[in-house]
């Protein structure tokens, strides 16, 4: 696996499972992939009902967290390629890689990792809850 690759799949590994702190109304901690769900859904509000109110604001600062957290976790899975093609080689690099994104994204299904405020069954949620 080229490092570039292993970046890749770190990354998005990191912005589908990784809980990082964001501020909308309430404080939460969600994997940035919500955090574009909720633009999403925020656009589509936008284009159906009109910019009206808060929505702007509401737009402006899921941009603002989703970039800035994208582009560290994007840092962040470069260092960690890059550390790993050091101290394991290409082959090794890989298995690490591919072995850190399954173990990622198990312990992200198995445990309520996320403190995510807009769920009404409960305040934490694994990550197949925290998409509901």
């Known amino acids: 696996m080229t ?5 890749t799949l770190l990354w ?3 912005l589908a499972a990784l809980p990082v702190p964001f501020f909308l109304v ?12 909720l633009l999403a859904a925020t656009l589509h509000f936008i284009a159906v009902e009109g910019p009206a109110g808060a929505l702007r604001t509401v737009v402006l600062l ?3 967290q989703i970039v800035w957290w994208a582009g560290l976790q ?3 899975a470069g260092l960690a ?5 050091r101290l394991l080689g290409r082959r090794g690099m890989g298995i690490a890689a591919f072995s850190f994104a399954i173990l990622m994204l198990g ?3 198995a445990f309520p990792i996320y ?9 934490h949620a694994s990550l197949l809850e925290v998409f509901e």
């Open 12 to 14: 998005i590994t990191m």
């Open 74 to 76: 994007r840092f962040a």
């Open 26 to 37: 309430v404080v939460g901690h969600v994997p940035v992939a919500r955090l574009l769900q």
């Open 81 to 85: 390629a890059a550390g790993l093609d």
């Open 3 to 7: 490092r570039a690759r292993a970046r």
């Open 107 to 109: 312990a992200a299904v």
């Open 62 to 64: 899921l941009v603002v």
């Open 115 to 123: 403190r995510t405020p807009f769920r009404s069954a409960s305040l």
